[in-house]
């Protein structure tokens, strides 16, 4: 049987001014058919040679399927009754990943291959194909839009948002405290009645708890696997965003000729290189405007920060495909209740303690979303009643 996903909520109000939800969407795929499968691996992850072994439990292929989330982040899970392995391209996203039985391996034919313990989250490989090899059973995932969490990972400095080099893997005395954070919140994040600030204030949570244990190091490099010469160019702009680019150095970035680069967009982007390039700097202009704070920082110093210099085209461009002008979205509702609901964060760590001291000694294995929060402790949110499990 498959679900189908709820209708999309109407568009939010453009009145200047007017007040704007976070549309929460909850997407159900189940059934017994190996080519629907592939296809949600396909439009999930880019997916391609997805194989399923014969090996399914009790004779008969079933699979599940579910995200519940914003354009932020989103709690997954996905369930298959046999072996799986193939190629994930993720694209512009960054994914914590943590299997419930083990034996998921990533990149099996690379010399620095993971293979997942039980209930232990790493990164998945981001910017790049990769393989990964999963036998029977659930694997949960959080999903964050890479714009977000790059804006995240730079929040309360001067430094840009860039391209994030995550370790696949950290001790396991790092993962204690993002472990406690999403015991905490799955219960709230699983409610998809939990929107606008209370819905923003958890992205914000979970998103600093994963910067807080693995500590990504901004990547500024191409991917290190053969990909496609578009790939090529879009995390060379991706990369390079911040300073003035000409369509000669993406192209030679792409290796390929300026007249290609251009054609290459408009056939498969429907856009010129140009067009893409600012739309990539207004989403992360977005991004850094909702979560900046009004009180410290101005429309200016995100722009500029965002490789804009002209004003006045910024407000246009962004007025344009927003509908709202940065001033509206710096002083927007998610940044002042994210802000309300910071003392309630995890704290991050203290360098003069050290991590053995800060982390718990059961807090080993991340549990499954499912576990209800009373079972746990408070949740960083307001409690909700009619929490859903992924179950």
């Known amino acids: 049987m498959t679900v189908a ?15 704007r939800r976070t549309a929460v969407h909850e997407v159900v795929r189940s059934g017994t058919d190996p080519d629907e499968a592939r296809d949600i ?4 992850y880019g997916a391609r040679d997805v194989v399923f072994g014969p090996d399914a439990l009790d004779g008969a292929f079933a699979f599940r399927y579910r995200s519940v989330g914003d354009g932020c982040v989103s709690l997954r899970t996905a369930s298959s009754s046999a072996h799986m392995r193939g190629i994930l391209v993720p694209g512009r996203q960054y994914v914590l990943a943590w299997s419930a039985d083990g034996g998921v391996v990533v990149d099996p034919e690379r010399e620095d291959g993971v293979t997942l313990r039980p209930g232990v989250p790493v990164m998945l490989p981001a910017g790049r194909p990769f393989r990964v090899s999963a036998p029977a059973g659930t694997v949960h995932l959080v999903h964050f839009h890479a714009d977000f969490l790059e804006a995240v990972a730079v929040l309360g400095g001067a430094a840009p948002p860039v391209p994030l080099a995550f370790p696949v893997s950290v001790p396991s005395v790092r993962l204690a405290p993002l472990q406690r954070t999403l015991r905490e919140v799955a219960g ?13 204030a958890l992205d914000l949570v979970v998103a600093e708890a994963v910067i807080d244990a693995f500590h990504p190091a901004p990547d500024g490099g191409l991917p290190d696997v053969p990909v496609a010469a578009l790939d090529r160019a879009k995390a060379y702009m991706y990369a390079h965003f911040l300073r ?7 192209a030679g970035a792409a290796e390929m000729s300026v007249r290609t680069l251009q054609e ?7 856009t010129t290189p140009t067009d893409f390039l600012r739309d990539l700097r207004l989403a992360k202009a977005r991004i850094a405007l909702q979560l900046a704070d009004a009180r410290e920082t ?12 002209h004003m006045g085209r910024f407000s246009g461009s962004y007025a344009a495909l927003y509908g709202e002008h940065p001033g509206e979205t710096l002083r927007g509702q998610r940044r002042t209740i994210a802000v309300a609901s910071a003392v309630e964060r995890p704290a991050r760590p203290d360098p003069r303690v ?8 059961d807090a080993q294995a991340c549990p499954d979303p499912q576990v209800g929060r009373e079972a746990h402790g408070a949740s ?6 009619g929490a859903r499990s992924p179950g």
Not at 41 to 44: H, K, N
Not at 244 to 250: G, K
Not at 380 to 385: D, F, H
């Open 5 to 19: 996903p709820p209708a999309d909520p109407p568009p939010a109000d453009s009145t200047p001014g007017a007040s």
């Open 41 to 44: 691996a396909a439009s999930v």
């Open 188 to 200: 709230p994040m699983l409610d998809v009645s939990v929107a606008d600030g209370a819905r923003a």
């Open 244 to 250: 003035p680019l000409t369509a000669a150095e993406i």
């Open 264 to 270: 290459t967009f408009q056939r498969q982007e429907a």
């Open 298 to 309: 101005t429309v200016a110093e995100v722009a500029h920060s965002c490789g804009f210099r």
């Open 354 to 361: 050290s991590p053995e001291a800060q982390a718990s000694p």
């Open 380 to 385: 960083t949110a307001p409690a909700r009643s």
